[in-house]
Protein backbone atom coordinates (compact mmCIF):
# COMPACT_ATOMS: atom_id res chain seq x y z
CA UNK A 1 0.00 0.00 0.00
CA UNK A 2 1.15 3.88 -0.80
CA UNK A 3 2.18 5.57 2.44
CA UNK A 4 -0.06 8.69 1.49
CA UNK A 5 -3.07 6.48 0.87
CA UNK A 6 -2.00 4.36 4.66
CA UNK A 7 -1.49 8.23 6.43
CA UNK A 8 -4.92 9.75 4.47
CA UNK A 9 -7.08 6.62 5.57
CA UNK A 10 -5.35 6.76 9.24
CA UNK A 11 -6.32 10.23 9.54
CA UNK A 12 -9.49 10.12 8.86
CA UNK A 13 -10.28 6.98 10.88
CA UNK A 14 -8.07 7.19 13.91
CA UNK A 15 -8.63 10.19 16.50
CA UNK A 16 -6.26 11.04 19.49
CA UNK A 17 -7.54 12.27 22.91
CA UNK A 18 -7.58 16.17 23.08
CA UNK A 19 -7.30 16.68 26.89
CA UNK A 20 -10.63 19.26 26.60
CA UNK A 21 -11.28 18.79 30.25
CA UNK A 22 -9.25 17.55 33.55
CA UNK A 23 -11.75 15.09 34.83
CA UNK A 24 -15.14 13.36 32.92
CA UNK A 25 -18.68 13.72 34.28
CA UNK A 26 -19.36 10.51 32.54
CA UNK A 27 -17.43 7.78 30.61
CA UNK A 28 -19.39 6.40 27.94
CA UNK A 29 -17.66 2.56 27.27
CA UNK A 30 -17.89 0.25 24.83
CA UNK A 31 -15.62 -2.55 25.35
CA UNK A 32 -17.24 -5.27 23.27
CA UNK A 33 -15.81 -8.59 23.82
CA UNK A 34 -12.32 -7.28 25.36
CA UNK A 35 -11.57 -7.76 28.94
CA UNK A 36 -8.25 -6.19 28.53
CA UNK A 37 -9.81 -3.19 27.57
CA UNK A 38 -11.27 -2.90 31.88
CA UNK A 39 -7.52 -2.51 32.78
CA UNK A 40 -7.29 1.00 30.86
CA UNK A 41 -10.73 2.02 32.31
CA UNK A 42 -9.24 1.56 35.64
CA UNK A 43 -6.32 3.22 35.07
CA UNK A 44 -8.22 6.20 33.81
CA UNK A 45 -10.16 5.76 37.04
CA UNK A 46 -7.46 5.87 39.44
CA UNK A 47 -5.34 8.82 37.74
CA UNK A 48 -7.73 10.35 37.12
CA UNK A 49 -11.58 9.72 38.24
CA UNK A 50 -15.09 9.97 36.92
CA UNK A 51 -18.39 10.38 38.63
CA UNK A 52 -19.97 7.81 36.19
CA UNK A 53 -19.46 4.92 33.77
CA UNK A 54 -22.17 3.85 31.20
CA UNK A 55 -21.77 0.20 29.70
CA UNK A 56 -23.74 -1.43 26.90
CA UNK A 57 -26.71 -3.47 27.99
CA UNK A 58 -26.63 -5.81 25.80
CA UNK A 59 -26.31 -9.57 24.98
CA UNK A 60 -22.43 -10.29 23.45
CA UNK A 61 -22.42 -13.17 21.39
CA UNK A 62 -18.65 -13.42 21.47
CA UNK A 63 -18.64 -13.47 25.60
CA UNK A 64 -21.76 -15.63 25.53
CA UNK A 65 -23.14 -13.44 28.34
CA UNK A 66 -24.27 -9.94 28.99
CA UNK A 67 -21.67 -7.01 28.21
CA UNK A 68 -23.09 -5.02 31.16
CA UNK A 69 -22.88 -7.75 33.76
CA UNK A 70 -19.50 -9.56 32.33
CA UNK A 71 -17.35 -6.27 32.22
CA UNK A 72 -19.44 -5.16 36.13
CA UNK A 73 -17.85 -8.10 37.69
CA UNK A 74 -13.99 -7.19 35.86
CA UNK A 75 -14.18 -3.78 36.83
CA UNK A 76 -15.61 -4.24 40.50
CA UNK A 77 -12.31 -6.42 40.55
CA UNK A 78 -10.01 -4.11 39.86
CA UNK A 79 -11.70 -2.06 42.51
CA UNK A 80 -13.68 0.88 40.66
CA UNK A 81 -16.81 1.69 42.79
CA UNK A 82 -20.25 0.16 41.75
CA UNK A 83 -22.10 2.93 42.44
CA UNK A 84 -21.12 4.98 39.84
CA UNK A 85 -21.62 1.59 36.99
CA UNK A 86 -24.64 2.10 35.05
CA UNK A 87 -25.87 0.01 32.24
CA UNK A 88 -26.69 1.80 28.72
CA UNK A 89 -30.66 0.33 28.37
CA UNK A 90 -32.71 -0.03 25.17
CA UNK A 91 -32.89 -2.07 22.30
CA UNK A 92 -30.10 -1.95 19.74
CA UNK A 93 -29.48 -4.01 16.30
CA UNK A 94 -25.82 -2.20 16.12
CA UNK A 95 -22.74 -0.17 18.25
CA UNK A 96 -24.21 2.98 16.50
CA UNK A 97 -27.71 2.29 18.23
CA UNK A 98 -25.57 1.75 21.90
CA UNK A 99 -24.03 5.14 21.38
CA UNK A 100 -26.99 6.94 20.63
CA UNK A 101 -28.57 5.53 23.44
CA UNK A 102 -26.12 6.03 25.93
CA UNK A 103 -25.68 9.89 24.69
CA UNK A 104 -30.02 10.44 25.84
CA UNK A 105 -29.33 8.50 28.72
CA UNK A 106 -27.09 11.34 29.96
CA UNK A 107 -28.80 13.87 32.68
CA UNK A 108 -28.46 17.86 32.25
CA UNK A 109 -25.31 17.70 35.28
CA UNK A 110 -23.35 15.00 32.66
CA UNK A 111 -21.53 17.72 30.67
CA UNK A 112 -17.92 16.29 29.97
CA UNK A 113 -18.32 12.95 28.36
CA UNK A 114 -15.11 10.87 27.93
CA UNK A 115 -16.22 8.06 25.02
CA UNK A 116 -14.15 5.27 25.52
CA UNK A 117 -13.52 3.02 22.30
CA UNK A 118 -11.67 0.40 20.32
CA UNK A 119 -8.96 3.02 17.98
CA UNK A 120 -10.41 2.88 15.11
CA UNK A 121 -13.90 3.23 16.68
CA UNK A 122 -13.27 6.19 18.41
CA UNK A 123 -14.05 8.17 15.06
CA UNK A 124 -17.47 7.10 14.71
CA UNK A 125 -18.12 7.47 18.36
CA UNK A 126 -17.52 11.18 18.29
CA UNK A 127 -19.36 11.71 15.34
CA UNK A 128 -22.74 9.85 16.43
CA UNK A 129 -22.38 11.55 20.32
CA UNK A 130 -21.57 15.22 18.92
CA UNK A 131 -24.64 14.74 16.15
CA UNK A 132 -27.74 15.98 18.37
CA UNK A 133 -25.57 17.09 21.22
CA UNK A 134 -24.30 20.92 20.94
CA UNK A 135 -24.48 21.49 24.96
CA UNK A 136 -21.89 18.56 26.14
CA UNK A 137 -17.87 18.22 25.55
CA UNK A 138 -16.67 15.25 23.99
CA UNK A 139 -13.46 13.74 23.97
CA UNK A 140 -12.47 10.43 22.95
CA UNK A 141 -10.01 7.81 24.54
CA UNK A 142 -9.04 5.19 22.15
CA UNK A 143 -8.13 2.12 23.42
CA UNK A 144 -5.81 -0.77 22.48
CA UNK A 145 -7.03 -4.74 22.46
CA UNK A 146 -4.62 -7.23 22.14
CA UNK A 147 -5.16 -7.43 18.56
CA UNK A 148 -3.59 -4.05 19.06
CA UNK A 149 -4.56 -2.50 15.55
CA UNK A 150 -3.74 1.10 15.98
CA UNK A 151 -2.95 4.33 14.04
CA UNK A 152 0.29 3.16 13.30
CA UNK A 153 0.10 -0.82 12.16
CA UNK A 154 -3.48 -1.26 11.11
CA UNK A 155 -2.61 -1.33 7.74
CA UNK A 156 -0.10 -4.54 8.19
CA UNK A 157 -2.73 -7.17 9.08
CA UNK A 158 -6.01 -8.14 6.74
CA UNK A 159 -8.47 -7.83 10.01
CA UNK A 160 -6.69 -4.64 10.86
CA UNK A 161 -7.48 -3.47 7.08
CA UNK A 162 -11.14 -5.04 7.57
CA UNK A 163 -11.57 -3.44 10.61
CA UNK A 164 -10.07 0.27 9.40
CA UNK A 165 -12.66 -0.27 6.11
CA UNK A 166 -15.66 -1.28 7.80
CA UNK A 167 -15.47 1.96 10.16
CA UNK A 168 -15.08 4.21 6.94
CA UNK A 169 -17.85 2.55 5.10
CA UNK A 170 -20.02 2.75 8.82
CA UNK A 171 -19.08 6.82 8.83
CA UNK A 172 -19.68 7.09 5.58
CA UNK A 173 -23.44 5.26 5.76
CA UNK A 174 -23.69 7.93 9.11
CA UNK A 175 -23.16 10.69 6.56
CA UNK A 176 -25.19 9.65 4.16
CA UNK A 177 -28.29 9.42 6.24
CA UNK A 178 -28.32 13.63 7.28
CA UNK A 179 -29.49 14.62 3.83
Avoid at 17 to 45: M, T
Amino acid sequence: MNQQFITNISDMVFIQRQYIFSKADVVIYHPGHFPELNIQIFNLYKNEGFNHLYIPDIHNNFLEANEFMFHKLKLLELGIPEEIIYPITGEFKDGSEVVLGAVKQLTSEMNNVLLAGKAFFCRRFLILATLNNSNRIFDVLPLIDDRGFDKENWYKSDKGKARVFNEIKVINNILNGLD
